[in-house]
């Protein structure tokens, strides 16, 4: 039978739905791909079909040849499958052997269709009766609750929701439609990320769907966004495939998931017995890439450690960035002197090449020659997972050729701001305080203004959002500048005496120890203040400088939910200096090829 093809723009038509091949859930959305027009008309096509487009090149295809190519279509992707090869388009001016005839009936094919080149990458689609073709999804159960929302590719840059379901106990939790990796081209230096399939955090706008920070009210709302946040587009403009919303704590403010999610249920962590704090306010990027397979990267956000505490707490890798290094424009802000946009992925190398091209690093010309180790962090309070870190230190100090010395940052910092507190008592409230004053003006305040025009109510806000809006209304001026001044003595402090240069530092401190964090834990009652004084994880924040969050082992515990010993992820902390991100990076992805650090870790209860 022969078919023509004819090309042109993408088209939408009425042609999504669900389809089961072999137990397995697919989703055909609207978007048309191209249109095939058969010579006899519809050529007795009735109902959709699940084809596989198969380009060939000049000359005949054997059947070694299309054997090669079907093995390395199921190796390389989670959509194709067999039921895919029932129907055969074949494009281009190469012709078939006799023998891969043969070999075609013999794996299932029940049809061949021959068509000019139909402008298509190979692997599986979906045929309709119109003639025409969509790209095939694959449903895949979100069973730890992570995403908001499914989303598919729409026309000029715009996504369109799904509301499909995979075929089994959905048990309240959404299908997630991901598209044949098979569709995208390798690689390259300009899209690094081709094919990739990323997750975004649900406070980046992204084209064509509502952006809801984890609260209802705003939802109802907001319009679908215009434009994707300049941050995220660059990701998709370096080749990443966006495949939904994942949850956010509300308005990217610190939440225990007992105790505060209200409007929404909390991520599950899948590590360890499954009942562990997900962490930070990324919590769904988090616990959906240390859960599924699928997914390969996903965007969050770190003011006061939202990147770093889920990788922590979800045993990957992810870094603070550089303050001011990406736009902040169409992001839910908090405050714009602490917000970073950021990625977290289970492999340093994939985030390694994020890095590379999504914003410009300082050059350097060696790794750092000095760890810094402050000793007001050290040891770790949790004793059992000291041997962990004190192996990893070692061992990067071999790689570096560096000395680790321990030093007092307390007397550091008291000479250099002529001072007697020390740090913790000169930091204080100084992150509440700047936070609680910038969000409620930039967000919350127009957001009341505004639902309460629209609606002649007030919105509602979890317990953890109202207390420190509450408090950033009633926060005098003085407060903040103070607090701002602050910020300032110790960033300057820091860069100064600490890491001057991308060559001279790195400061270590232990950013998870492996320690129980049950999820269903009660606190007395929420706190409008977030890391008062200065815990580990808030050095970075306080100096604006890139932080990277490792995982370097595990620890067992006994688990009072499974009663069973369970493992943990242990994480560390790598400060280094202003600009220096690339730097960061590169160092950690050689460690990776050191076997110093792990190259990837593994979805589920364990990382390794």
Not at 83 to 93: A, D, R
Not at 111 to 132: E, N, W
Not at 136 to 152: G, I, K, M, P, Q
Not at 179 to 206: A, F, H, N, Q, W
Request: net charge neutral; charged share 15%; glycine share 8%.
């Amino acid at each position: 039978m022969r078919i023509t093809t004819i090309l042109g723009l993408a088209t939408v038509a009425h042609t999504s739905g669900v389809f089961q091949l072999d137990s397995v859930s697919y989703y055909s959305p609207d978007l048309v791909v191209t249109t095939l027009i058969f010579d006899n008309g519809t050529a007795g096509i009735t109902k959709t079909l699940p084809i596989t487009y198969m380009p060939l090149s000049d000359g005949v295809a054997s059947a070694d040849k299309l054997n090669a190519t079907i093995t390395a279509f199921l190796a390389q992707d989670d959509v194709f499958s067999a039921s895919f090869l029932k129907t055969l388009v074949l494009g281009g001016p190469g012709v078939l052997s006799e023998d891969a005839a043969q070999h075609l009936e013999s794996v299932g094919c029940e049809t061949i269709l021959t068509a000019a080149d139909a402008g298509l990458m190979p692997g599986p689609y979906f045929l309709h009766p119109s003639g025409a073709v969509t790209k095939a999804y694959r449903l895949y159960w979100d069973h730890n609750f992570a995403f908001v929302e499914s989303v598919t590719e729409g026309l000029n840059g715009t996504y369109v929701p799904v509301t499909a379901l995979a075929s089994t106990d959905a048990y309240g939790a959404l299908s997630i439609a991901v598209p044949s990796r098979l569709y995208y081209p390798p690689p390259t230096e300009d899209k690094p990320l081709s094919g990739k399939r990323l997750g975004v955090k649900d406070i980046y706008d992204l084209k064509g769907v509502r952006t809801s920070g984890g609260n209802r009210a705003y939802r109802d709302l907001v319009e679908p966004a215009l434009a994707s946040a300049p941050s995220l587009q660059k990701l998709i403009d370096m080749g990443a495939v966006v495949i939904g919303k994942t949850k956010t704590t509300q308005f990217a403010l610190g939440e225990r998931p007992t105790a505060d999610y209200v409007d929404q249920l909390a991520p599950f962590n899948p590590r360890g017995d499954g009942y562990q704090h997900p962490q930070g306010s990324s919590a769904g990027t988090g616990a959906s890439l240390a859960s599924y397979e699928w997914m390969d990267i996903a965007t969050g956000s770190d003011t006061g450690g939202s990147v770093r505490l889920p990788a922590m707490a979800n045993g990957l890798f992810g870094m603070r960035i550089t303050n001011a290094s990406l736009p902040l424009a169409g992001i839910l802000p908090i405050s714009s002197i602490f917000d970073t946009p950021g990625v977290l992925a289970r492999s340093p190398k994939l985030l390694q090449s994020v890095h590379k091209k999504w914003f410009t690093s300082k050059s350097y010309t060696s790794y750092p020659k000095r760890i810094i180790l402050p000793e007001e962090f050290w040891p770790t309070v949790n004793q059992t997972s000291m041997p962990l870190f004190e192996a990893f230190i070692s061992k990067l100090a071999a790689f570096l050729d560096a000395n680790a010395t321990t030093i007092n940052t307390n007397a550091s910092f008291n000479a250099y701001a002529n001072t007697t507190g020390g740090l913790s008592s000169y930091i204080g409230l100084t992150y509440s305080n700047i936070t609680n004053y910038d969000q409620y003006r930039l967000l919350a305040q127009p957001f009341k203004q505004q639902y309460q025009a629209k609606f002649g109510k007030s919105p509602y806000w979890n317990p953890q959002t109202r207390v420190r809006w509450e408090r950033g209304a009633t926060l005098p001026l003085s407060s903040y500048q103070s607090a701002t001044k602050r910020y300032q003595t110790f960033q300057s402090w820091f860069r100064t005496t600490l890491t001057p240069t991308c060559e001279s530092t790195l400061v270590l401190y232990p950013m998870g120890a492996g320690t129980e964090d049950y999820r269903d834990i009660y606190p007395s009652a929420p706190s409008p203040i977030f890391g008062a004084g200065l815990p580990g994880n808030q050095m970075a924040v306080m100096a604006a400088l890139p932080d990277y969050t490792v995982p370097i082992g595990e620890r067992t515990y006994f688990s009072r939910v499974t009663e069973r010993n369970e493992t943990l992820p242990v994480t560390i902390g790598i400060v280094a200096a202003a600009g220096c991100d690339q730097m960061l990076m590169d160092l950690v992805a050689d460690l990776a090829d050191e076997g110093i650090v792990p190259q990837e870790v593994r979805t589920g209860p364990s990382m390794f």
